[in-house]
């Protein structure tokens, strides 16, 4: 017999682990939302509509699978701990049987992301906040991106994301490079049962339709990106030198950067997805 879906507040969400025999996992990031009107702005964000298929990543409870199935989207919804599928198998039974909802048991980096959901999808989910960077890694890297991701993510990571040139750091410019980012909404801890010690947000990441390089010359793109921010408070040119030493050679890294107008006292933080692709194909 399904069990009632549990109330949106804190004490209910309690009630409702003891009775389904849970207990929330801190190793996990095992945060349930417990406020019904953070709920309502994540849905009212992600607008989900009668048959858009969605991929939802650690669905808990299944609070917010709820409202995407309640709007007739078609979810797919991937859940590492056994005992909370064991309980969303059980209280969504009638969308499973039905089809409007798929549940996968497994670790949502072990997946094949990109083929998990036929495009086009949407990405709607309370991410576990350890595995935030790997996830957006997986969802954006490769094509087919999703349309549109709506992320519940740490607050100071959601800031990083869609971080303005000054306060850039590999991920921002990695997500950046692939879509348009904002911070939607800020969430405070007590939205949550139990509450984290860290403040929330909501981002929306809208990918670009083509990305500027072919995927197969991203990779040496990302070397360069990375290499730069190994030592983020250093001079750019004395870090690449350092770090990448061949593009020292024969002057070639100071006629780039001073053909690309990028002064090499400037910080790696400083330079946008921009000026990051125009070093790049300068220095070839």
């Known amino acids: 017999m399904a069990m009632a879906p549990p109330r949106l507040d804190a004490l209910e969400v309690r009630r409702t682990l003891r009775a389904a025999g849970l207990r929330p996992q801190h190793g996990r990031s095992q945060n349930f939302l417990a406020d019904p009107d953070v709920l309502e702005a994540i849905l009212d964000l992600a607008a989900p509509a009668a048959g858009e298929r969605v991929l939802e990543i650690g669905p808990g409870l299944g609070i917010l699978t709820r409202g995407l199935l309640e709007a007739g989207a078609s979810v797919t919804a991937i859940e590492l701990d056994l005992g909370l599928a064991a ?120 990918p670009h339709a083509s990305t500027p390089l072919p995927q197969e010359r991203e990779a040496d793109l990302w070397r360069l990106v990375q290499a730069g921010f190994r030592e983020r408070r250093k001079m750019l040119r004395n870090v690449l030198a350092r770090q990448l030493p061949h593009l020292g050679t024969g002057g070639r890294l100071d006629e780039a950067l001073a053909t690309a107008g990028i002064a090499g006292d400037r910080r790696p933080q400083t330079l946008s997805v921009p000026d990051w692709l125009r070093l790049f194909e300068l220095l070839g």
Do not use: C
């Open 87 to 206: 309980y969303l198998r059980m209280t969504l039974a009638p969308a499973l049987e039905s089809g409007a909802l798929h549940l996968i048991e497994g670790d949502a980096l072990d997946q094949d992301l990109a083929s998990v959901v036929p495009p086009p999808y949407d990405v709607v989910a309370n991410i576990p906040y350890h595995v935030t960077s790997p996830i957006l890694h997986r969802l954006l890297d490769a094509a087919p991106r999703p349309r549109r991701l709506v992320l519940m993510v740490q607050a100071e990571v959601a800031e990083r994301i869609a971080a303005p040139p000054g306060r850039m750091s590999y991920l921002s410019v990695f997500v950046q490079y692939h879509a348009m980012v904002r911070v939607a909404l800020r969430v405070p801890p007590e939205a949550f049962e139990p509450a984290p010690k860290v403040a929330s947000a909501v981002v929306v990441i809208e």
